[in-house]
């Protein structure tokens, strides 16, 4: 069997595996099946938890999509030895190669088509911060930065303060940055527009930069509403590491953000990244991010709450929480919420071997917990030496606080 048919039928068996749609889309690559290789290094980012991987992947995705460029300008660019045969004279010949860029934008939209495909929905929002567990310190700033300004524009204009701008947050993954996101969102009756780099992503010339600006002139249409950029890291990747094709897409982001004022368009970005020190400065000025905030992991009391919430309609006896709270330390809620499937699945499997139906109880989920680590753990130790070497601004502060609180674990 051939390479990429083995892979692809790895990827098939293990969709969310981000290692096998890297590796595919290397492989696709390598045969120049770029479009291919894109769409499944675009599906390898939205799956992928590892850091490293994931930077690897957007290197290669960022590559391939300028190779398809290139290509592409080949293909409807004609060479100087066709246009010296069309007459056309040397010194003319850089304005019309220019003039032929230039038409090849339409010509482009027609062949893609794709674009248009890559629409942005708001999603129905009813998640409001009653569903999120804990993190009181971080819903407390969210009102008075975010909610606040959002309701009392006219206390903002008195004081000839454009809340513009938008809110980061960072963190560990799967500790709720999307999770709260929504929550905002629902907190202030907003329409909530979550936007992932693969609906913005194409590889053709300009459609990129064409689709980031229609989800901004969408958002700003069906105001009031939140756009939450996840994975933003991926948009704002360093410019000075990414490639000109990225470059494009991170200078229409900054544009379209700087001309947001929260106050009269009713619009506000928000964003997640796991990797706060990939992003560009440029990122992080005043009237862009400015406002950065860390969702740590979840404290003991917020933990309780997550199991609460997540075996809540399930067939169990009545669970001891607490101890289940002080043993998941530096256990992120998708953790907590994976422990309580992973016990959930075991019961039901022993329930269909032995024909004896039980209720869940604290046993299944002690033991569903002792195969789950704490995942949380390997990115505070990345961002230990984020804080060491590189926190002179302070823009990781927040972090340096947790860290101290938490020193002789971590
Ligand atoms: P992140 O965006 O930080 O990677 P998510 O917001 O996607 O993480 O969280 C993953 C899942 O974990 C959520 O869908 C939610 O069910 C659960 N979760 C995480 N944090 C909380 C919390 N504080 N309260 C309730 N559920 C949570």
């Not at 660019?77 to 004279?89: A, I």
């Not at 530096?330 to 919420?337: H, K, L, R, T």
């Amino acid at each position: 069997m051939d390479k990429v048919k083995w892979l692809q039928q790895m990827v098939e068996q293990s969709p969310q595996d981000a290692q096998a749609h890297y590796w595919l889309g290397k492989e696709l690559a390598e045969n120049g099946s770029l479009l291919e290789a894109v769409q499944s290094f675009s599906t390898g980012i939205a799956c992928c938890q590892d850091e490293e991987l994931r930077i690897e992947i957007i290197q290669e995705l960022t590559a391939v999509s300028s190779r398809l460029q290139q290509q592409k300008i080949k293909e409807t660019v004609p060479s100087s030895e066709e246009l010296l045969e069309e007459g056309y004279s040397e010194p003319n010949m850089l304005v019309d190669q220019q003039t032929n860029l230039q038409q090849l934008k339409p010509k482009l939209k027609v062949i893609e088509g794709n674009g248009s495909n890559k629409e942005v929905k708001s999603v129905s929002n009813t998640i409001t911060f009653e569903d999120v567990a804990g993190l009181e310190e971080l819903k407390k700033t969210i009102t008075l930065r975010i909610i606040s300004p959002f309701f009392n524009k006219g206390l903002f204009a008195k004081f000839k303060k454009k809340s513009g701008g938008g809110v980061l947050l960072y963190g560990p993954p799967g500790c709720g940055k999307t999770f709260i996101a929504r929550a905002t969102a629902g907190e202030c009756k907003a329409n909530f527009y979550p936007v992932h780099i693969t609906d913005i992503l194409d590889p053709y010339i300009g459609v990129s930069e064409q689709n980031l600006k229609d989800i901004f002139d969408k958002a700003r249409f069906q105001k009031p509403s939140i756009m939450f950029f996840d994975e933003v890291d991926t948009i704002g990747y360093s410019r000075s590491k990414s490639s000109s094709h990225l470059r494009g897409v991170i200078d229409t982001f900054l544009s379209e953000m700087e001309g947001i004022d929260t106050s009269t368009d009713e619009v506000l970005v928000m964003a997640a990244t796991n990797t706060p020190w990939d992003i560009d400065n440029a990122l992080k000025r005043p009237g862009r991010f400015d406002r950065l905030i860390f969702v740590a992991p979840p404290d003991e009391k917020a933990r309780k709450q997550i199991f609460q919430l997540k075996l809540m309609g399930r067939y169990a006896e009545e669970i001891d929480v607490a101890a289940l709270a002080k043993k998941t330390e530096f256990y992120s809620g998708a953790d907590i919420e994976n422990i309580v499937e992973m016990a959930s699945e075991n019961v039901l499997e022993e329930i269909l071997t032995t024909g004896n139906e039980r209720p869940l109880n604290t046993n299944d989920l002690m033991h569903a917990l002792s195969n789950q680590q704490a995942s949380t753990l390997d990115w505070l130790r990345t961002a230990k030496n984020y804080v060491k070497y590189s926190n002179q601004s302070g823009l990781y502060n927040d972090i340096e606080k947790y860290l101290q609180k938490h020193s002789r674990s971590i």
